[in-house]
């Protein structure tokens, strides 16, 4: 099953510009995780935001979770051609199972 | 610090062989462990999670199996393979305790012909 769903699909944008990547779920969840993957490879964890949180921050990153809507979105500030890359969001079913959404492309341009 | 190691990296393979594919993880024990297919520009759909050696859960009814013969060994197998068995394969491990953060292997890209 796929929990979270991504939006945009895919994000073009210049460097020094912010990103915004939005995502949305449909069950309750204890908490809300963000991934990267650069193409062909592996899934980085960037950040994790607890159910009880609403904003957390990690150098340019800054992730707002909203219960109520159960949406989150993830902000890259003074993006770079470096953070081109797919970015996931997961949740967490029962047990530790992540369920992943289909990604958001984003692309910087130099 | 721990590691996690897949391969091979890539594999060309025709339809009706068989696979196997290996993951291991260092410097931990005791790690839940994860098997997942990206298919092209798609997200990662879970095959299987284990949570302990011989403990095998199955996500998606399929043509794969998974074994873990060794706390932090995991192994995914085919007998035949299909040509939807193509695709990104990613092992992944987390802690045994809390919905943590999950870190992955580099991927095995598999091409059934």
């Known amino acids: 099953s796929q929990q979270g769903e991504e939006d945009p699909q895919a994000l073009s944008i210049q460097e020094g510009e912010n990103a915004t990547m939005n995502c949305s779920y449909k069950?309750?969840?204890?908490?809300l995780q963000w991934y990267r993957q650069n193409s062909g490879r592996g899934l980085v964890h960037l950040i994790l935001?607890?159910?009880?949180?609403r904003e957390k921050h990690s150098g340019r990153l800054r992730v707002t979770l909203d219960t109520s809507k159960k949406s989150s979105s993830l902000l890259i500030t003074a993006s770079r051609a470096a953070d081109t890359a797919s970015y996931f969001c997961?949740?967490?079913?029962?047990?530790?199972?992540?369920?992943f959404g289909a990604g958001t492309i984003l692309r910087v341009k130099s | 610090s721990q590691t996690i190691h897949q391969w091979p990296a890539t594999l060309v393979q025709p339809v009706g062989s068989p696979l196997s594919l290996e993951c291991t993880v260092e410097g931990t024990s005791n790690p839940n462990l994860y098997w997942y297919r990206q298919a092209a520009g798609r997200g990662l759909q879970l095959l299987f999670y284990s949570v302990g050696i011989g403990q095998i859960s199955s996500e998606v009814p399929q043509n794969l199996s998974a074994s873990r013969p060794q706390d932090r060994q995991f192994i995914l197998s085919s007998k035949k393979l299909l040509l939807s068995d193509s695709g990104f394969y990613l092992c992944a491990w987390n802690r045994l305790a809390g919905a943590v953060e999950q870190f992955f292997g580099p991927g095995t890209r598999l091409t059934v012909l």
């Open positions: 997961a949740t967490v079913e029962y047990g530790n199972k992540l369920v």
């Open positions: 069950t309750s969840i204890n908490n």
């Open positions: 935001i607890r159910s009880n949180e």
